[in-house]
Nanobody
Framework: VQLQASGGGLVQAGGSLRLSCAAS????????MGWFRQAPGKEREFVAT????????YYADSVKGRFTISRDSAKNTVYLQMNSLKPEDTALYYC????????????????WGQGTQVTVSS
């Protein structure tokens, strides 16, 4: 399985970005796909996950109401729409897949993309 993340960039505070993550191979209904992020000097943290079969979404409190995770099953792609971005959202964002249907933490995810940088200026 390969996960290819894209869509990061530099944006001003209050702006928006949409991240995409295309997965090779088939994603099954029992899987979850998620986004995590890691800022310099900090641990990798959970951002959002989505159950592939039901589409149910889960969010970290820090992004709830600002970020939206979604999936396109036909394209085998998961998205993260990020609105009202803040400087503290600056991090390397990773997409990941859990074959066991885990929601978090990062250690429960089996496959990882290469990361895409999001930088929010104040």
């Amino acid at each position: 399985v390969q996960l290819q993340a894209s869509g990061g960039g530099l944006v001003q505070a209050g702006g928006s970005l949409r991240l995409s993550c295309a997965a090779s191979g088939r994603t099954f209904s029992s899987h979850t796909m998620g986004w995590f992020r890691q800022a310099p000097g900090k641990e990798r943290e959970f951002v959002a996950t989505i159950r592939w079969g039901t589409g149910r979404e889960y969010y970290a409190d820090s992004v709830k109401g600002r970020f939206t995770i979604s999936r396109d099953s036909a394209k085998n792609t998961v998205y993260l729409q990020m609105n009202s971005l803040k400087p503290e959202d600056t991090a390397l964002y990773y997409c990941a897949r859990s074959n066991r249907g885990a929601l978090y933490p990062a250690e429960s995810f089996d496959h990882w993309g290469q990361g895409t940088q999001v930088t929010v200026s104040s």
